[in-house]
């Protein structure tokens, strides 16, 4: 038994001694390798900015020559893994990995799959022309100005200054309402005037008092009036007119300077805009229990 454990003990001492020759041996190597590691990440970085700065010129858009300068900056860095391997001598080792690489490969696409179809979606968003950087667009309930689209999320600032990301495959697979895909936005808003307002009165007022308050209307005629319904304490109005604006945020604004302009103009003409009442029939023979006590 002492003579087992002696020759074991023997063995290890000189398996030991064989790696750290070994060790020794290909040190040059190992040092060669991470220096190649290190430069290859450094030359990634500059050919991703010498990618985007040749692709400065072209009419791709701006999130399609970011996607591209990220992928040649992988590509980089995988052809230095490929010298590393060289290097440290284990393409043998990398061929093997290789071969078994199909089984390996599924159950990681099958893990990966959400990540990987953010990617994909995220190569197909930075191509298509109907959403792209400084665009003001509205997806799943978010709405914000695009700031970047990248191969996991579009990043959308919102009103109130905070980011939003989202992740490629909803934003592809879902409705895009992109505000800034023409020149003008539509300002719709509704109101009310009493039942004994005179009505071709009041939508003069409001179609020429609209009229005088944004430069972008040359007319009234460009003004849409609309009665709606009768309601049951008023009668409905919606206004409609076009600003120069891709912005929500400044349709709300001129919404809101439209319905100041209109109050003052309501006013100063005594209209009454009215608010929900309630009427109380009480019958012939009804006692108030208050008066009586």
């Given at each position: 038994m002492i003579l087992r454990l002696e020759k074991a003990w023997e063995e290890m001492i000189k398996r030991l001694a064989s790696w750290l020759d070994s060790l020794i041996i290909n040190l040059p190597n190992f040092i060669i390798a991470l220096l190649v590691f290190v430069v290859a990440i450094f030359i990634s970085k500059y050919v991703s900015k010498l990618t985007l700065k040749l692709l400065e010129k072209s009419s791709m858009q701006r999130s399609m020559k970011s996607v591209i300068a990220k992928i040649v900056s992988i590509l980089v860095i995988f052809g230095a893994i490929f010298l590393i391997l060289g290097i440290l001598d284990l393409s043998k080792t990398f061929n093997t990995i290789l071969a078994g690489a199909g089984?390996?490969?599924?159950?990681?696409?099958?893990?990966?799959?959400?990540?990987?179809?953010?990617?994909?979606?995220?190569?197909?968003?930075?191509?298509?022309?109907?959403?792209?950087?400084?665009?003001?667009?509205?997806?799943?309930?978010?709405?914000?100005?695009?700031?970047?689209?990248?191969?996991?999320?579009?990043?959308?600032?919102?009103?109130?200054?905070?980011?939003?990301?989202?992740?490629?495959?909803?934003?592809?697979?879902?409705?895009?309402?992109?505000?800034?895909?023409?020149?003008?936005?539509?300002?719709?808003?509704?109101?009310?005037?009493?039942?004994?307002?005179?009505?071709?009165?009041?939508?003069?007022?409001?179609?020429?008092?609209?009229?005088?308050?944004?430069?972008?209307?040359?007319?009234?005629?460009?003004?849409?009036?609309?009665?709606?319904?009768?309601?049951?304490?008023?009668?409905?109005?919606?206004?409609?007119?076009?600003?120069?604006?891709?912005?929500?945020?400044q349709v709300l604004k001129a919404k809101t300077e439209a319905m100041i302009v209109i109050k003052k103009a309501f006013d100063e003409h005594n209209i009454n805009i009215p608010f929900p009442i309630r009427t109380l029939d009480f019958p012939k023979d009804f006692r108030n229990p208050i008066k009586e006590s």
């Open positions: 089984v390996a490969g599924l159950a990681v696409g099958l893990a990966l799959q959400g990540a990987l179809t953010n990617t994909y979606s995220g190569i197909v968003l930075s191509y298509i022309k109907q959403i792209k950087y400084g665009d003001w667009v509205e997806s799943n309930g978010y709405a914000g100005e695009v700031i970047s689209i990248d191969l996991r999320a579009v990043t959308i600032r919102q009103t109130d200054n905070n980011l939003v990301y989202l992740p490629n495959k909803i934003v592809l697979e879902n409705p895009i309402k992109n505000f800034s895909s023409t020149a003008q936005s539509r300002v719709i808003f509704t109101c009310g005037v009493g039942y004994s307002s005179d009505l071709e009165f009041v939508r003069n007022l409001v179609k020429k008092t609209i009229a005088e308050s944004f430069e972008s209307i040359n007319s009234e005629e460009e003004v849409i009036f609309l009665y709606t319904e009768f309601g049951d304490s008023s009668i409905n109005f919606e206004t409609r007119f076009w600003i120069d604006s891709t912005s929500a945020l």
